[in-house]
């Protein structure tokens, strides 16, 4: 990692298997004028781009209509769908002749936060023709804890059941996801155990966190340990009483880190009790990351403090051997900062772009596969002999193949 900037002027790389997709969004990411290096001072303090981005509010509040989803074991997940500001709800509607405008899933972390990053890429989203949804948690975000069960750190059963809601709603709209920092967890999650059955046409995630046993267990700077605990407990606070029937509440709230609190939350239940290591096993983001089918574009920088510096934290194998995932690596940006001259984050944008790059090449491979199917239709059509010559058979084959070329995977 360090030698690499050695050769990149511009202060990013685009590190992924070399593929048709990664190529096609190579160049248009060359476009953008957000990754050009600006000089600004606080482009080095990756502690105050983080800080800007979870403690200051939005620009702008959003207009939320919530949707409570009722899941198969009674519990309820919470929807928000972004219907304002109206400004820019009119933009939508006016630059979209068909109706069905592209849906964008937003996953917030896991701590049920909505920081102004999330906000602002709503917000953004919206003036592009989007149609935000937000997923929250059980009990997180005033959304009601009517079970005596939370969600793991990598079950995507809630997910699932969310997913398959917001298609029926919306059968004919293309439908993208993003997630923010350990968000990245439950998507990726999802993203393995379903497949090519996801529904999703591609994938972004902001400072994601792979090994995530690892990061609980190495902690974090004091700073951001006490925040991110101290949140914690005042969401888990509400539902003190009732926690008291399936978890030791006491030493759940003396809990001095947040690995401690997280195993006493998910492994130590009297009705189940399981090993940090086992729960790992079942709840790791990257476990089935084999099975992962659609484009997926992770947003990283080397300075990042929450997840900790890239030599260790990031998969980079992962990236050069799978050619569904890419893997934009910033030299700063904090963790989901990524602020320029101004207080808008450049990965909004650049996220957007790549959900319009993957768009046009997919519409680019049908057309392509089209006219394929085309060509052999009218080759076929002109066939008139019942049999075929040995030496017009061989210009036949030769032919089929190169017809057919476009059968290959945009992976390879």
Request: with cysteine; charged share 25%; proline share 6%.
């Amino acid at each position: 990692f360090g030698s690499s900037w050695d050769y990149c002027p511009r202060g990013y790389e685009l590190i992924c298997k070399s593929s048709a997709l990664a190529n096609w969004f190579l160049k248009d990411i060359q476009c953008l004028p957000e990754l050009e290096p600006i000089r600004w001072c606080w482009r080095s303090c990756p502690h105050l781009q983080t800080l800007v981005q979870h403690l200051l509010p939005a620009d702008r509040p959003l207009e939320l209509c919530r949707d409570h989803l009722q899941l198969a074991d009674s519990g309820l997940v919470a929807l928000d769908w972004v219907v304002g500001p109206r400004q820019s709800l009119r933009m939508r509607r006016g630059t979209n002749a068909t109706g069905n405008p592209p849906l964008l899933l937003v996953i917030p972390n896991p701590f049920g936060k909505l920081t102004r990053n999330i906000q602002n890429l709503c917000f953004q989203a919206l003036e592009k023709g989007y149609y935000p949804v937000i997923f929250n948690r059980r009990g997180q975000n005033e959304c009601p804890l009517t079970t005596l069960k939370l969600q793991d750190f990598g079950e995507p059963g809630d997910l699932r059941e969310a997913v398959t809601y917001i298609r029926f709603r919306h059968p004919s709209s293309l439908l993208f996801a993003v997630s923010e920092g350990l968000g990245s967890g439950l998507l990726l999650s999802y993203l393995g155990e379903c497949g090519s059955s996801s529904y999703l046409t591609a994938v972004s995630c902001i400072s994601p966190v792979f090994r995530c046993q690892e990061w609980f267990e190495n902690k974090l700077p004091w700073l951001y340990e006490w925040a991110l605990l101290l949140y914690q407990k005042t969401i888990l606070s509400r539902y003190f009483t009732v926690l008291g029937e399936i978890l030791p509440t006491e030493k759940l709230f003396d809990s001095q880190s947040l690995q401690e609190l997280h195993e006493i939350l998910h492994c130590e239940r009297k009705t189940k009790k399981v090993g940090w290591d086992d729960y790992w096993e079942q709840n790791d983001p990257l476990r089935d990351v084999d099975e992962v089918a659609v484009p997926v574009l992770c947003i990283c920088s080397m300075d990042d403090p929450i997840r900790g510096p890239p030599e260790s934290t990031v998969p980079i194998e992962l990236f050069r051997t799978n050619p569904y995932f890419l893997l934009l690596l910033t030299r700063y940006g904090g963790h989901c900062g990524f602020l320029t001259d101004s207080t808008i984050a450049w990965s909004h944008e650049v996220t957007l772009d790549y959900f319009r790059s993957v768009t046009e090449f997919f519409k680019a491979e049908e057309k392509t596969k089209r006219l394929a199917n085309r060509r052999y239709s009218n080759m076929m059509s002109k066939r008139r002999r019942p049999t075929l010559q040995r030496r017009d058979l061989s210009a036949y084959r030769d032919l089929e193949e190169e017809i057919f070329s476009w059968k290959r995977s945009y992976t390879r």
